[in-house]
T-cell receptor, first 115, second 118 residues
Framework: AQSVTQLGSHVSVSEGALVLLRCNYS??????LFWYVQYPNQGLQLLLK??????LVKGINGFEAEFKKSETSFHLTKPSAHMSDAAEYFC?????????????FGKGTHLIIQP | GAGVSQSPRYKVAKRGQDVALRCDPI?????LFWYQQALGQGPEFLTY????????KSGLPSDRFFAERPEGSVSTLKIQRTQQEDSAVYLC????????????????FGPGTRLLVL
């Protein structure tokens, strides 16, 4: 069975500082990995995804993530935090392939940006 | 429409009432998913449709939960005899391809329906 662990339910950084949100997964086969962002009272928006093309994936809003198979990790980073980045972030995995795969999500990390 | 829409956005039900939650996916999207998101948790998969066929309902928590997509577009999630533990946000997502599509297809999420059972 696949699973996702997000370390830290809350992460606080200063505006302009590096953002690092951690995600570790377990999967019996090479996975597809996703990061979604959720703003209050809104649905989830895709930030980026790993589909085996390249291990370093660039997404929207300056975010990127690196797939490390040896560490079973897919951590999300952004060099310089903006106030508008304050939101809930979810890492998700699918490993059954095809277009019919329900995603398995982590519990989420709430990102707080200090002015 | 431009994205996935869901209605109602908020629903308050008395314990024991039946509720129906609607999802309008992106036009032309073959796949449709329902998720349940409890407070402070990540979404959990409930069920999957490819067009009108419900191919996976492994995540439905009980036989009080029923979903349909009769014409392969709009979907309805119905919860019978609601219980307090059903209180959650119900998210709908759609993606372009079906079973034959490559892995890692992007799922586009609606804003959700927040259900509160009193």
């Amino acid at each position: 069975a696949q699973s996702v662990t997000q370390l830290g339910s809350h992460v606080s950084v200063s505006e302009g500082a590096l953002v690092l949100l951690r995600c570790n997964y377990s999967s019996s086969v090479p996975p597809y990995l996703f990061w979604y962002v959720q703003y209050p009272n809104q649905g989830l928006q895709l930030l980026l995804k790993y589909t085996s093309a390249a291990t370093l994936v660039k997404g929207i809003n300056g975010f990127e993530a690196e797939f490390k198979k040896s560490e079973t990790s897919f951590h999300l980073t952004k060099p310089s935090a903006h106030m508008s980045d304050a939101a809930e972030y979810f890492c998700a995995v699918s490993d059954r392939g095809g277009g019919a795969d329900g995603l398995t999500f982590g519990k989420g990390t709430h990102l707080i940006i200090q002015p | 429409g431009a994205g996935v829409s869901q209605s109602p956005r908020y629903k308050v039900a008395k314990r024991g009432q039946d509720v129906a939650l609607r999802c309008d996916p992106i036009s032309g999207h073959v796949s449709l998913f329902w998720y349940q998101q409890a407070l402070g948790q990540g979404p959990e998969f409930l069920t999957y449709f490819q067009n009108e066929a419900q191919l996976d309902k492994s995540g439905l928590p009980s036989d009080r939960f029923f979903a349909e997509r009769p014409e392969g577009s709009v979907s309805t999630l119905k919860i019978q005899r609601t219980q307090q533990e059903d209180s959650a946000v119900y998210l709908c997502a759609s993606s372009l391809g079906g079973l034959a599509a490559g892995g890692g297809e992007t799922q586009y999420f609606g804003p959700g329906t927040r259900l509160l059972v009193l």
